[in-house]
């Protein structure tokens, strides 16, 4: 019995390395992506460094939960198709391994993928969406944060522009500029040598010093100026914050969503079928990390072996992957009409599952496929 632990030791490692690799070069590429968005929302708007960072990370677990079973399906393709091509799986196979045996380690390896897609699903995934909502509120209410950027034109709501020279270390703001043509039959600018932000609980006031306002009436082009010494201009008026209406279905805890109690379908929106269908499809996302990985491994092991290499049954198996999305659509579809079809959120994990045996069956006979010679043939 020791060649056999040894035979699922090696082959679970090359999984697990390939699995790291491919997992790595995923995560990155979908947080790239992420990371340029977030990076105009947040420093274009006169955030630090540090706050990009905690956003980054903060939708990490969500980038992660999509690159998982990608990974784990790309690493049982890439060893198997080298194993195969290497002679190894024909050597393995010559001492009496079936199919069904050899899937073994890839069956250990699925798990653990299994077990991570558990945790971001459940744990990791919810909590992080919901501190980021947590911190975009913050954000959004910083009003501080988002007019004082030194040197820039900035655009804080439809008809306002304000413009700031420079920015002292003690809080002085120097040469600024407002244009408010919010109304239609006049528009303001003021312009100012000196300004200060003044906050309160529930507003905020910029106090412009030594500064001139022009009034342009629209309906003659008359230009009304006035200089003042000192004057106040509601800037938390045109701040317009979205107030947070609740939680998000994808924020809310797996057992939470499973009670789908009036109370929480009114904070989110959804109804009792669509909270159910969410709650189980984190299971099924969850056994798809196995799928994934079995299914990427039994589609290769058809068709025999060839020095040619697998490159049909790497396509095969692709397509699967895509059947397999297109019965996840049609089985949260129906979930999320009924809540008594609940049971329909596990369509894509049972059909996947029931596709690798199939598979994992006709490698272990591959004579059902082949054209058997009819009796009298002539040779």
């Known amino acids: 019995m020791g060649h056999v632990a040894r035979f699922d030791r090696y082959m679970l490692s090359q999984l697990m390395v390939l699995f790291g690799f491919f997992s790595f070069v995923l995560v990155m590429v979908y947080w790239i992506n992420r990371a340029v968005v977030l990076f105009d929302q ?90 980021l909502e947590v911190r975009q509120a913050e954000i959004a209410q910083n009003v501080t944060a988002r007019l004082l950027t030194e040197g820039r034109f900035i655009e804080p709501t439809d008809g306002i522009t304000f413009y700031i020279n420079d ?36 507003d905020a006031q910029l106090v412009m010093i030594n500064g001139l306002a022009q009034t342009l009436r629209t309906a003659d082009q008359k230009l009304f100026t006035t200089t003042f010494d000192d004057f106040a201009y509601n800037i938390g ?15 809310v805890g797996t057992i939470e969503l ?25 299971f099924s996302q969850s056994v798809l990390g196995l799928v994934a990985s079995l299914l990427g491994f039994a589609a290769l092991m ?18 699967l992957i895509i059947i397999i999305k297109a019965v996840e659509t049609v089985g949260l579809n129906l979930a999320r009409q009924d809540a008594s079809l609940w049971f329909m959120s596990y369509l894509p994990s049972v059909f996947g599952i029931i596709i690798v045996w199939c598979l994992l069956f006709t490698s272990t006979k591959p004579y059902l496929f082949k054209q058997r010679p009819r009796i009298g043939a002539q040779p």
């Open 237 to 251: 008026a045109f701040i317009q914050i979205t107030p947070n209406k609740g939680r998000n279905a994808s924020q």
């Open 42 to 131: 947040l420093i274009a708007d006169g955030q630090s460094a540090m706050v990009f960072l905690e956003f980054t990370a903060l939708s990490l677990p969500a980038v992660i939960r999509l690159a998982l079973p990608l990974a784990g399906f790309a690493a049982a393709v890439y060893v198997t198709n080298r194993m195969t091509s290497e002679s190894e799986m024909v050597v393995v196979q010559a001492t009496g391994y079936s199919a069904f045996r050899l899937a073994r380690p890839v069956v250990y390896f699925g798990i653990i993928v299994m077990l991570l897609m558990t945790v971001l699903m459940h744990v990791l995934v919810p909590r992080s969406l919901a501190q």
């Open 167 to 202: 920015i002292t270390p003690n809080g002085e703001l120097r040469n600024i500029f407002l244009s408010d043509i919010r109304n239609p039959e006049s528009h303001m600018t003021y312009t100012a040598a000196q300004a200060f932000l003044v906050r309160t609980e529930s």
């Open 258 to 282: 499973l009670g789908a109690s009036l109370a929480l379908q009114a904070e989110t929106g959804k109804s009792a079928a669509r909270l159910l269908a969410n709650a189980h499809d984190r």
């Open 302 to 319: 058809v068709g025999g072996f060839s020095r040619f290499g697998v490159w049909r049954q790497i396509v095969f198996a692709i397509f």
